[in-house]
């Protein structure tokens, strides 16, 4: 990576070129690239500086681009002016084979995104959504160079988040909520904002009839008082968008006309059935913020801000936004409120770019929000439409985040741009965040398909099914008897040889990596966008993290059987969009391994082994074993 210089931006046309204006420093397996910037006049808010960067030989690259204003997806190309603007992670493979990562960051003040220009340079942009700055002093971003692209992508992260002081925690140092090791559900789709008490009541007397082992669930938008919905109709889910985006939060109670015995009493029922309750709300109260009319406003102004001249949301400061959560969140946990899901968390840019600059924003608000779940949750939230680099630079204890758009059901396109938002989405997010592929149907056309990508995403499992609708054979290969989900190790990414070449035009299968109980996992898809067939191979080298000199490997729908050594291929094809295959690796000691129950897509966490090395089912039901390289199937 060549650095070629830096520009400082007056206005958008008037600007001034350094020869400098960054430092690079080497921190040994990835490098930090600062901007140095200074000058005699206020930085532009929308862009205050670039720094020119050229790759050479470079031969393909995938960018995690946010495209909206909450969610990124990734974009394929071989040439830097090709690189999107709002590029929030980089990996670029060169001629040689060989690959560079970058990670652009939010710092104190600062916030960098990547794009290509048209004299094919790649820029890292730093702005600051705020008007009086006349100097950007800070770090852009990091960078590493070498073969292996998810040890260059998470050493990036390493340096990053050190180098910010440490309050974007990695993986690693996150709490997994037990809660999500457990299947859920959640009422969006079986309700939408019509969501009731008599219907959530009506549900979990489904789960109990069917046996479905659901043990949480989210009660989601809108549950609260929200009067301008009051005789209010709708026909089309256009229309139903449209009046949520017109309306605003009148109290934080629930809706006495949805839920006539009051929210508490909705949560002791639910938790009769052994599921316990979250509680769905956005950062601004509800989607166009707080009413007017309403006692939150009347009491609870000095808590709130008046944006885009209409629009009463919580201040971004940090006392005042802590009030705000707070308040909100007493409510909910005085009435059995167990953790949240907390949406419309990228709303920096449009609701307070004008006020701060974007890290103290972002820090702000994220930290108070943060605060109130740890003292009222113990931490537990889903973070959601939040994938902007100022939220996940910026959240200092919660684990769980959304990573792809909102489902949707029964739409096969729809799948392809689901599974390519959620897996390299993760190559990012997931360094930081344990990913949430969001939830889906067990009688949707794509069910199996969704099953599968959630039983390799590492995050968690929840449906969303309406009434009398809940399939319990699609959901059982995913769960133990109790609702426990089987859940690999980490965030579910694509294999290193998909990762920067496009799959819905290669011809060429799309694989998914993870490993669970030392044992590797390959989740394989077709995504071409004729439904034509696809070819590849798959091999233990396709698995991060896979250790072993031969394998036995199972695949889950045919139950066939192979053996390979280290690195060696095995060729397969996919005949269209709607075939798919999970191959499980076993590690072979002698010839010998163990796949576990063939009944659960996640076989290996079936079993464990005992102290005398023999093999013990966690539950029973139909398994397997290898035995001198053969596959024995015992019911």
């Known amino acids: ?55 050479e030989n470079l031969s393909q690259f995938v960018s995690n681009f946010k495209h909206a204003e909450f969610w990124c997806k990734p974009v394929f190309g071989s040439c830097l002016k090709d690189v999107p603007n709002n590029t929030q992670g980089l990996i670029a493979k060169k001629e040689d084979g060989s690959y560079l ?112 082992p659901v043990k949480w669930a989210i009660v989601d938008d809108m549950w609260a008082e929200v009067r301008n919905f009051w005789d209010k109709t709708y026909e089309t889910r256009e229309e139903m968008f449209n009046l949520m985006h017109s309306s605003s939060l009148s109290s934080f109670k629930a809706d006495s006309r949805r839920f006539p015995s009051g929210l508490k009493s909705l949560i002791e029922k639910v938790n009769g059935y052994g599921i316990k309750v979250g509680v769905w709300h956005p950062t601004t109260g509800y989607w166009k913020g707080i009413d007017k009319e309403s006692d939150i406003y009347k009491e609870h102004k000095d808590l709130l801000l008046q944006v885009n001249d209409e629009m009463l949301i919580p201040s971004y400061e940090y006392e005042k936004a802590y009030g705000f959560y707070k308040l909100f969140h007493d409510y909910l946990e005085s009435c059995g409120t167990e953790f949240v899901k907390i949406d419309n968390q990228s709303m920096t840019r449009r609701f ?33 439409m939040g994938m902007a680099n100022e939220d996940m630079w910026n959240r200092t204890d919660s684990a769980v985040a959304r990573c792809s758009d909102d489902f949707q059901p029964e739409d096969r396109p729809w799948f392809t741009k689901h599974i390519l938002q959620c897996t390299y989405n993760c190559l990012i997010q997931g360094r930081f965040y344990y990913c949430d592929y969001d939830m889906w149907w067990t009688d949707d056309g794509q069910a199996i398909k969704n099953s599968l990508l959630r039983a390799v995403s590492g995050g968690p499992v929840y449906v969303s099914d309406k009434l009398s609708r809940s399939r319990a054979e699609v959901i059982k290969p995913l769960v133990f008897e109790n ?128 102290a005398d090395e023999t093999v013990e089912l966690i539950e029973a039901g139909p398994f397997a074993v290898i035995e001198n390289r053969k596959l024995i199937i015992k019911e």
């Open 101 to 212: 990562a970058i990670l652009p960051v939010v710092s104190e003040k600062y916030k960098c995104v990547l794009e290509g220009n048209e004299e094919n340079l790649l820029e890292a942009r730093l702005f600051s959504w705020y008007e009086n700055l006349n100097e950007c002093k800070c770090l852009a971003l990091t960078f590493a160079e070498g073969d292996n692209p998810f040890e260059l992508i998470s050493e990036c992260a390493k340096l990053a988040s050190k180098l910010l002081g440490g309050r974007c925690k990695l993986r690693n140092e996150r709490e997994y909520p037990e809660i999500f090791e457990y299947l859920g559900w959640c009422s969006w789709d079986a309700f939408g904002i019509e969501v009731n008490e008599k219907g959530i009541e009506e549900k979990c007397e489904e789960f109990k009839a069917k046996q479905i």
């Open 483 to 610: 609702g426990r989900i089987l859940r690999c190790d980490k965030p579910g990414i694509p294999t290193a040889d998909c990762l920067t070449e496009n799959p819905t035009k290669n011809g060429k299968s799309f694989k998914v990596q993870n490993t669970a109980n030392g044992c590797g996992v390959l989740a394989v898809f077709n995504l071409d966008s004729d439904n034509k067939a696809v070819y590849g191979s798959i091999s233990s080298s396709n698995i991060k993290g896979l250790c072993g000199d031969e394998f036995g490997v199972y695949e889950h729908f045919s139950k066939s059987f192979i053996t390979l050594k280290k690195g060696e291929k095995h060729k397969f094809s996919l005949a269209d969009n709607d075939e798919f295959k999970l191959f499980i690796f076993v590690p072979l000691k002698n010839g010998n391994g163990t796949i576990g129950r063939i009944d659960k897509f996640i076989s290996p966490l079936t079993y464990r082994i005992k």
């Open 1 to 55: 990576m060549i650095v070629k210089g830096a520009r400082a931006y007056k206005t958008e046309n008037d600007t001034r070129f350094f020869d400098g204006g960054c430092t690079v420093k080497n921190f040994g397996k990835a490098n930090a690239l600062y901007a140095d910037v200074s000058v005699d006049f206020n930085l532009y808010s929308e862009l205050g500086v670039s720094i020119y960067i050229d790759i």
């Open 352 to 384: 307070y770019k004008k006020y701060a600059p974007v890290g103290e924003v972002a820090r702000q608000f994220h930290d108070a929000m943060e605060r109130s779940v740890k003292e009222h949750f113990g931490g537990v939230m889903i973070n959601c």
